[in-house]
């Protein structure tokens, strides 16, 4: 038990030594990548959350990261409800701060009503609704485009930016990752934590064992959106732009992805997962992009969708065969046999 | 296991690849082979003796930045490449060489961003031209503020020169060179509609069939109260989105409502060829005039197999490959049908051309005004600046911008012209002074 | 006024009759092999985009037509036997797989073609008019074609014996093996079937609309309610809801716009989800 704990120690202190000093030795445009993979972070740890820990395949993380992120947008550029939302449109603009928040707020909201109807249905019916919701807000995005910008959206000023300096921009990413990290590990390693995954591991016996599994799962789905939604108003306070990216399947699979790869249920296996990931596509792919023959209708969405398939097709168990293998290695690598 | 391995795989390629970063190839394709004599642009710089390197600088960059899977960014990045191989081939700008490399927009602003920042900052690109969505064009220059580069552009939101005109010393880098305003637009439709009737047309009642975006509401704040003038009804106002095609419900509401002219004003849509099969196959009686991107496109009347006969629009831009407005325009065109196998497929072509010899111009006259550093973007923007009205650039077009950085519009200039498909011919019918064709209207009608 | 009406009694009948086609292939495939096929929109813009290229390259449309359509039903099968075959009993990591190649396929599309759309060359032309309304003879091919090819569905499924293994398997997947039957053989042709289907919808839509890679997630989202509305595993089901829906969205077309169509299929998806999971004609699981 000791012996893990220290590992992952270590681990920490390596990597937070790593990328605080990153800025120093890296070219200025990869800061502005790594700086933006943090924010990415949150969204794959928040993912685990409902779907590692609590066991309920979320497929549409990405409407609350839309959400969080088209909440800030607008808290940033309230004229646009000019013309439909008035009264909203007199606004001033937000604190970057409450910006961020209140991103992580209308997700939670939005979180606890889409839990609330969708959580009630079996495992597969869930992964359908939930899958098919972002095209809904993406729709509307389209549709109400006076406010949301449709296609290309909108931006929010570089003065609204987490800071004009991409270092500074970047280590402010870091500190908001940090601290989400910080407090989804301690919820996840908590009390709460357990009954998550009591209601994963067994939803009839959790039940019978007194775990209010419907209160739970909802919790759990608000928590996960919450986050969502932080990152998705940070990322846009990041990037300065806001478009229904943000909503969209291929965000989507990226975070799932990672979170395969990773190792659902562990936190840091999503962690690890997403920087292998983020990095591979914005930067590696990005510069094998050049060298790929003209001939060849290959981009880097192209690579990074086959990498998809093969690790689904090789690794089907996917994410409840997956799961419960690695429970079954911990607890007995866990048990007082082996140490 | 099978995990464990995928992860080792992942991380070895993931450090092999990034340790591959430090030798990236070059991205300037292998040009073919071209017999044209490279034609020179006018007025032809002096070729002075080869000046010192200004800090070590060892190559002028030029990026070029748009939607790569469209004709309008594929028009960017050849007539920016066949820019640079021509004046590489006589001796580079100010004795360096110039080197293109691309970034591509995806017509998402989050990866525009993402690649004008790439280009400006691990490129070192000295300028960038490029753009082609309004919406998107607002982000970039956001990062253009950020990075200081100097950016010749596309799009035609009046926003756009609004920015410089309002914080001029954050936006002051961004010149709009392929084409006039949004609002032009409505000026030179209502021309057309004067035209029109001049030539007996009946036009009383208009639909507008318009692109879903924020361009084309410019372009009616100025064409409604144009049309007002003029006692003109409009009546019908459809909004398209991108890759919309469902035309034939549009049309034949319009045929109910008794419209005499439909009016596309599409860009973003992109769809023009179904717009003008459908009017064609349903034989509407109404004109088909007014602004469509896609129907400049010298293919465009074999893309539709015909049904582009009798299509009126406006020649973006001012140029069209059956009219070229100046010596350098005409040879341009056949140099790029010589390198490429075609003709430009989009108006953005000039534009993108005309920014690499801007450039070069500008540099060329800092430097024998005896600035220090001629490539400075501080100092290129001030040069660029003296081609106003009055003293435009005489390139492919008449370049010159106004105070607030958009392009100037006049006969003399850079206008959007009448123009129409006849039997698989583009032919300009109006204004006068450049016309070489009368309009023609559809036997149906 | 009756011209109007005329207009979406006519045009409502096409697109239901195109979208039936496409959502009975998809139904077909969960009906029978438990595969929700996310990719089912590729086989839809595939056979378009290969007639249109076969055709631009001098061979007769109609046999560009048949080649397309025939390729389109190979390429399903292989990705079943490569990809599907294995995975299939992880139902969402099926969802996860299919999206991707559904992503995949679409940006290569992009790559090659671009993103505008282009048209299919004309398997037939002429206009009739009822009235002052004018009407393609490709609408009327587009639905004629449909309907006799799902009448040919109905025949296959229910009089040959191939057809019937099929039911028997998609009612009682361990009954059938008892019996038998190789499910196996059984899935792979269903996956043939339900690929044709999608590509002839392709290729009748393209010749009326146009085919652009963005178009294969409409045809995706369109299949998906309307098998959602007709019931999982119903193909009957899928036909019904197919004309309510064309009808739904020519309505919604005519009056408010393309935008709201597609927003209004996708409302009616997740209330129908939410609330009867199992649809109109749905089989209990």
Redesign the interface.
């Known amino acids: 038990m000791l012996k893990t704990d220290f590992k992952k120690l270590i681990l920490g202190i390596v990597f937070l030594v790593v990328f605080a000093a990153a800025p120093a030795f890296l070219?200025?445009?990869y800061v502005?990548l790594v700086g933006m993979m943090f924010l990415f972070l949150i969204l794959v740890i928040s993912w685990d959350v409902i779907v590692g820990y609590t066991g309920q395949?979320n497929?549409g993380h990405t409407v609350f990261v839309g959400l969080g992120a088209y909440t800030a947008a607008l808290m940033q550029v309230p004229s646009r409800f000019e013309g439909s939302v008035d009264f909203l449109a007199g606004m001033p603009q937000a604190p970057i701060p409450v910006s961020i928040l209140a991103g992580g707020i209308v997700a939670g909201f939005f979180g606890l009503a889409i839990g609330i109807?969708?959580l009630r249905?079996k495992?597969?019916?869930f992964?359908?609704?939930t899958?098919?919701?972002p095209?809904?807000f993406l729709?509307?995005v389209?549709?109400f485009?006076d406010i949301f910008?449709?296609?290309?959206?909108?931006?929010i000023?570089?003065e609204r930016s987490l800071a004009?300096d991409v270092t500074l921009r970047y280590y402010y990413a870091f500190v908001i990752f940090l601290i989400s990290f910080v407090i989804i590990y301690f919820i996840v390693n908590s009390r709460i934590g357990l009954r998550f995954r009591a209601v994963r591991d067994d939803e009839d016996l959790a039940e019978s064992i007194g775990v209010n599994v419907v209160r739970y799962k909802i919790l759990s789905f608000v928590i996960s959106s919450f986050f969502a939604g932080i990152g998705g108003a940070a990322i846009v306070h990041y990037?300065?732009?806001?478009?229904p990216?943000l909503y969209d399947?291929?965000l989507m699979?990226l975070i799932?992805l990672s979170a395969v790869?990773?190792?659902l249920g562990t936190l840091y296996g999503p962690l690890?997962g997403g920087i292998?990931i983020y990095?591979?596509k914005?930067?590696?792919?990005?510069?094998?992009l050049?060298?790929i023959p003209?001939w060849l209708?290959?981009?880097d969405?192209?690579i990074l969708?086959?990498i998809?398939?093969a690790?689904?097709?090789?690794?089907?168990?996917?994410?409840?065969?997956?799961v419960r293998e690695m429970l079954r290695e911990r607890a007995e690598a866990e048990s007082p046999q082996s140490t | 296991m099978?995990?464990k391995v995928?992860?080792l795989v992942?991380?070895a390629?993931?450090v092999f690849?990034?340790a591959?970063?430090e030798k990236?190839?070059?991205?300037t394709?292998t040009p073919k082979p071209a017999a044209t004599e490279t034609p020179k642009p006018t007025p032809t710089p002096e070729k002075t003796a080869t000046p010192p390197p200004f800090g070590g600088k060892k190559e002028v960059v030029i990026g070029v930045i748009g939607p790569m899977a469209l004709p309008e960014g594929t028009a960017e990045k050849n007539a920016a490449m066949l820019a640079a191989k021509e004046i590489n081939a006589q001796g580079g700008i100010l004795g360096l060489k110039v080197r293109v490399v691309v970034g591509d927009t995806k017509?998402?602003?989050?990866e525009a961003?993402?690649e004008f920042?790439?280009l400006a900052?691990?490129e070192k690109a000295d300028m960038i031209t490029g753009g082609f969505?309004s919406?998107?064009m607002?982000?970039m220059m956001?990062v253009m503020?950020?990075t200081k580069t100097v950016f010749l552009a596309d799009a035609s939101s009046p926003a756009h020169p609004a920015m410089v005109a309002k914080e001029y010393d954050?936006y002051k880098y961004w010149f709009r060179i392929s084409q006039n305003n949004g609002s032009t637009f409505a000026w030179d439709l209502a021309e057309m509609i004067d035209y029109l009737r001049d030539q007996g047309v009946t036009v009383n009642k208009v639909y507008i069939i318009r692109d879903?975006?924020v361009w084309t509401d410019a372009v009616m704040k100025g064409l409604t109260p144009l049309l007002e003038e003029r006692n003109i009804e409009i009546v019908g106002d459809e909004k398209v989105?991108?890759g919309y095609t469902e035309y034939e419900q549009l049309l034949l509401d319009a045929q109910d409502k008794g419209a005499d002219l439909i009016m596309p004003i599409l860009a973003i849509a992109g769809t023009g060829d179904v717009l003008a099969k459908q009017w064609a196959e349903l034989q509407i009686p109404a004109l088909l005039a007014g602004h469509d991107l896609a129907a400049i496109d010298a293919g465009f009347y074999e893309k539709t197999g015909g049904a582009a006969n009798y299509y009126i629009f406006l020649a973006d831009g001012g140029v069209l490959v059956t009219a070229p407005p100046t010596e350098m325009a005409a040879k341009f065109v056949e140099a790029y049908k010589k390198e490429y196998g075609h003709y430009p497929e989009s108006h953005q072509a000039y534009g993108a051309y005309d920014a690499v010899y801007i450039y070069k111009m500008a540099v060329e006259a800092a430097y024998k005004a005896g600035e220090k550093n001629p490539f400075d973007p501080d100092v290129v923007v001030k040069y660029l600046e003296k081609y106003k009205p009055g003293n435009p650039a005489k390139l492919t077009r008449n370049v010159a911008f106004h105070k607030n950085h958009a392009l100037v519009w006049g006969d003399d200039y850079v206008r959007n012209w009448i123009a129409q498909w006849q039997d698989g011919k583009q032919y300009i019918i109006y204004p006068s002074t450049v016309a070489n064709g009368q309009l023609k209207l559809p036997p149906w009608i | 006024m009756i011209d109007i009406a005329v207009r979406i009694i006519v045009y409502g009948a096409v697109v239901g009759g195109i979208w039936a086609l496409v959502a009975s292939g998809f139904s077909l495939i969960f009906g029978v092999a438990r595969i929700?096929n996310f990719a089912h929109g590729i086989f839809f813009i595939l056979a378009a985009y290969l007639g249109i290229v076969l055709a631009k390259s001098g061979v007769n449309p109609y046999l560009a037509t048949l080649i397309s359509i025939l390729f389109v039903g190979g390429f399903a099968v292989a990705i079943y036997t490569g990809?599907l075959a294995?995975?299939k009993?992880?139902?969402?990591?099926v969802?996860?797989?299919t999206?991707?190649?559904a992503?995949?396929v679409e940006?290569?599309l992009i790559?090659?073609f671009g993103e505008h759309g282009i048209s299919y060359p004309a398997l037939i032309s002429g206009v009739l008019r009822i009235g002052k309304t004018p009407i393609t003879y490709k609408r009327i091919l587009a639905f004629v074609v449909a309907v006799v090819v799902l009448a040919l569905l109905e025949l296959f499924i229910h009089k040959t014996r191939t057809g019937k293994m099929i039911m028997a398997s998609s009612q009682n997947y361990e009954g059938a093996l008892l019996v038998g039957i190789n499910v196996d053989r059984i899935f792979i042709i269903t996956m043939f079937l339900s690929a044709v289907l999608a590509g002839i919808g392709g290729v009748l839509y393209t010749q009326v609309f146009a085919a652009s890679p963005a178009a294969s997630l409409k045809a995706l989202?369109f299949a998906?309610a309307i098998v959602i509305l007709g019931g999982l595993g119903s193909i009957k089901g899928s036909i019904v809801a197919a004309f309510i829906i064309g009808y739904i969205i020519t309505i919604t077309n005519q009056f408010l716009g393309a935008?709201?169509a597609?927003?209004a299929a996708?409302?009616v998806?997740?209330a129908i989800?939410?609330f009867k999971?199992t649809g109109l004609f749905g089989v209990e699981e």
């Open positions: 070219p200025e445009a502005y395949v497929l109807i969708t249905l495992g597969f019916y992964s359908l609704v899958a098919i919701l095209l809904v729709k509307s389209f549709v485009s910008g449709g296609e290309e959206g909108f931006s000023g570089l004009g990037r300065i732009t806001i478009g990216d399947i291929p699979l799932i790869i990773g190792g690890f292998v990095l591979m914005s930067w590696w792919l990005r510069s094998l050049p060298s003209e209708p290959i981009n969405d192209v969708y086959a998809l398939i690790v689904g097709v090789l690794a089907p168990e996917g994410i409840w065969g997956r | 099978m995990r995928l992860i992942l991380l390629v993931l690849g990034c591959q970063e990236k190839p070059e991205a394709p017509l998402k602003p989050d961003t993402k920042r790439r900052t691990e969505s919406g998107i607002s982000a956001e503020a950020e954050k879903e975006h989105p991108r | 929700l990809l294995r995975i009993e992880h139902e969402v990591m969802i996860i797989v999206l991707a190649i992503l995949l940006q290569i790559i090659i989202i998906f935008q709201w597609e927003f996708l409302l998806i997740i989800l939410v999971p």
